[in-house]
């Protein structure tokens, strides 16, 4: 299956994407970086060689090959605005494709979907893909569908129409799509974008405090009310669905 197979995904082909999103998201990429060392060190992988599907600008594998100097990286990423920031991070252990893994018949110990999944048409397919290039999958998933953005009615539009959410996850619907492609959850955690992120405006800082203190009460229930938290998924392929 290649990507363009997952869905129309013409926004990042043409100037839509890199018009509403110039920086590719560049700013986040040591903060995603944490999280997924966190979640693939608590559970002692030691990668020899893993991929990124959809690497954007390149951030987050760059962060990798560093941190795992004698694993071999591979960033994988369509859009040709993006793949020409990511190429100037090449490295000894990293390079880039314009293009997908899904078609190469290349296998790693990791791949990862960083924010990705929720942008295909058809996450079924792209997950079991993931399954079949990979031993063990880290997705970061967005948890866009909560209470709150539903009261609001905009939110969740918004998300479509300026960076190109076609699918609203809650935690359980996350992990029950990964295990319905023959992917066994191995570890998950909520990370908390909306409190990291709040330094970036007044309205965000003022909404962080409270949001983190009713988290620690009870951080299920707040999440599918008021969101503003992803879902770190560590999985590794069944080997019946392989």
Same mark, same amino acid.
């Given at each position: 299956?290649?990507?363009?197979?997952?869905?129309?995904?013409?926004?990042?082909?043409?100037?839509?994407?890199? %018009?509403?999103?110039?920086?590719?998201?560049?700013?986040?990429?040591?903060?995603?970086?944490?999280?997924?060392? #966190?979640?693939?060190?608590?559970? %002692?992988?030691?990668?020899?060689?893993?991929?990124?599907?959809?690497?954007?600008?390149?951030?987050?594998?760059?962060? *990798?090959?560093?941190?795992?100097?004698?694993?071999?990286?591979?960033?994988?990423?369509?859009?040709?605005?993006?793949?020409?920031?990511?190429?100037?991070?090449?490295?000894?252990? *990293?390079?880039?494709?314009?293009?997908?893994?899904?078609?190469?018949?290349?296998?790693?110990?990791?791949?990862?979907?960083?924010?990705?999944?929720?942008?295909?048409?058809?996450?079924?397919?792209? $997950?079991? %893909?993931?399954?079949?290039?990979?031993?063990?999958?880290?997705?970061?998933?967005?948890?866009?569908?909560?209470?709150?953005?539903?009261?609001?009615?905009?939110?969740?539009?918004?998300?479509? #129409?300026?960076?190109?959410?076609?699918?609203?996850?809650?935690?359980?619907?996350?992990?029950?799509?990964?295990?319905?492609?023959?992917?066994?959850?191995?570890?998950?955690?909520?990370?908390?974008?909306?409190?990291?992120?709040?330094?970036?405006?007044?309205?965000?800082?003022?909404?962080?405090?409270?949001?983190?203190?009713?988290?620690?009460? $009870?951080?299920?229930?707040?999440?599918?009310?008021?969101?503003?938290?992803?879902?770190?998924?560590?999985?590794?392929?069944?080997?019946?669905? $392989?």
């Amino acid at each position: 299956m290649t990507l363009n197979e997952a869905g129309n995904l013409s926004r990042y082909l043409d100037e839509r994407y890199i %018009s509403a999103n110039s920086d590719w998201h560049q700013d986040d990429s040591a903060w995603k970086f944490a999280h997924i060392s #966190n979640i693939m060190d608590r559970n %002692s992988i030691r990668p020899t060689s893993l991929c990124e599907i959809g690497c954007g600008a390149g951030g987050i594998v760059e962060l *990798l090959a560093r941190h795992h100097p004698d694993a071999m990286v591979d960033g994988y990423e369509i859009s040709p605005h993006a793949f020409a920031i990511c190429q100037q991070r090449q490295a000894p252990n *990293l390079s880039f494709t314009q293009g997908s893994p899904f078609d190469g018949g290349r296998r790693y110990d990791v791949s990862m979907a960083i924010d990705v999944i929720e942008h295909v048409e058809d996450p079924f397919a792209f $997950a079991r %893909s993931m399954g079949r290039i990979s031993t063990h999958q880290v997705l970061h998933i967005p948890l866009d569908m909560n209470a709150l953005a539903v009261a609001r009615g905009w939110v969740i539009q918004d998300a479509r #129409n300026h960076i190109g959410h076609l699918h609203y996850f809650t935690k359980a619907t996350a992990l029950s799509l990964l295990d319905e492609c023959g992917l066994e959850v191995v570890d998950h955690f909520y990370t908390p974008w909306a409190i990291d992120q709040a330094g970036k405006t007044l309205k965000k800082r003022l909404a962080a405090f409270p949001r983190k203190v009713a988290f620690g009460l $009870a951080p299920d229930a707040i999440v599918r009310l008021v969101g503003g938290w992803s879902l770190m998924v560590l999985t590794r392929t069944r080997a019946t669905s $392989a």
